[in-house]
């Protein structure tokens, strides 16, 4: 194996996964970022994404793997027969009802009625152990939250803000809401993405975004993990 550092990723779509990655990925001089890896039972994986590449402000070179959709169970064996290949795991989570938003408005019913399972595990994780877990929506309106992330992973480097708009690697297409534009986006439009379904949809959301609203068990991680229940969305 390698003697280049590696740093694996995990987290669902529309989560604020590269954003992310490119935040930490400014501890580093040279980041190679294999994007869109697949585990492939039992607990190996391929590499199948376009590879990125970024620089920092490191003086070490890295590899970065991002794993997405992944189940938790698939994750799990994943890191137990493998987890001694990478320096660290990093999980990414967003606020349910933020993402869910993103994913009706960007993709479709289907795909967030087929996801809803995957974040309520990824949830159920973080309860269990929060450690390794990057949340998105407290870099948006936390910056005491960042400062704890920088000391507790060794990232000095990072920004002590995250920025408030796209990839540069333009991975993911963009934004679900912005139609490919790229601009600083409000702390309050990025934690309130709930409110773009009914704008989009009105008094008729979609099935899916029913269920999502409906499932107590994604408000009760929810409001442990980001403060928010079904019952206190604005």
Same mark, same amino acid.
């Given at each position: 194996?390698?003697?280049?550092?590696?740093?694996?990723?995990?987290?669902?779509?529309?989560?604020?996964?590269?954003?992310?990655?490119?935040?930490?990925?400014?501890?580093?001089?040279?980041?190679?970022?294999?994007?869109?890896?697949?585990?492939?039972?039992?607990?190996?994986?391929?590499?199948?994404?376009?590879?990125?590449?970024?620089?920092?402000?490191?003086?070490?070179?890295?590899?970065?793997?991002?794993?997405?959709?992944?189940?938790?169970?698939?994750?799990?064996?994943?890191?137990?027969?493998?987890?001694?290949?990478?320096?660290?795991?990093?999980?990414?989570?967003?606020?349910?009802?933020?993402?869910?938003?993103?994913?009706?408005?960007?993709?479709?019913?289907?795909?967030?009625?087929?996801?809803?399972?995957?974040? #309520?595990?990824?949830?159920?994780?973080?309860?269990?152990?929060?450690?390794?877990? !990057? %949340?998105? *929506?407290?870099? +948006?309106?936390? &910056?005491?939250?960042?400062?704890?992330?920088?000391?507790?992973?060794?990232?000095?480097?990072?920004?002590?803000?995250?920025?408030?708009?796209?990839?540069?690697?333009?991975?993911?297409?963009?934004?679900?809401?912005?139609?490919?534009?790229?601009?600083?986006?409000?702390?309050?439009?990025?934690?309130?993405?709930?409110?773009?379904? #009914?704008?989009?949809?009105?008094?008729?959301?979609?099935?899916?975004?029913?269920? !999502? %609203?409906? *499932?107590?068990? +994604?408000?009760? &991680?929810?409001?442990?993990?980001?403060?928010?229940?079904?019952?206190?969305?604005?």
């Amino acid at each position: 194996m390698s003697d280049t550092p590696r740093i694996a990723f995990v987290g669902i779509r529309r989560s604020g996964n590269h954003i992310l990655i490119e935040w930490v990925a400014k501890n580093y001089r040279n980041v190679k970022h294999f994007n869109d890896c697949v585990i492939k039972s039992p607990g190996t994986y391929v590499t199948q994404g376009k590879t990125h590449t970024y620089t920092g402000n490191g003086d070490e070179d890295v590899h970065f793997y991002s794993f997405e959709e992944r189940t938790v169970r698939d994750v799990l064996s994943f890191v137990a027969d493998h987890g001694n290949q990478f320096d660290k795991i990093f999980f990414i989570l967003r606020d349910a009802y933020n993402w869910g938003a993103s994913i009706m408005c960007g993709r479709n019913n289907r795909a967030l009625r087929d996801s809803i399972s995957l974040w #309520k595990q990824f949830g159920t994780l973080y309860e269990k152990d929060s450690a390794g877990f !990057l %949340l998105y *929506d407290k870099f +948006v309106t936390d &910056l005491s939250y960042i400062q704890l992330v920088k000391a507790d992973n060794d990232l000095p480097n990072s920004p002590d803000e995250l920025p408030r708009q796209l990839p540069t690697s333009g991975i993911g297409h963009g934004s679900s809401f912005s139609k490919g534009k790229n601009f600083p986006y409000s702390i309050e439009d990025l934690t309130h993405r709930n409110r773009r379904v #009914k704008k989009k949809f009105g008094g008729k959301p979609p099935q899916a975004w029913s269920k !999502l %609203l409906a *499932d107590e068990r +994604v408000s009760e &991680l929810n409001s442990l993990i980001f403060g928010r229940s079904n019952a206190n969305l604005d």
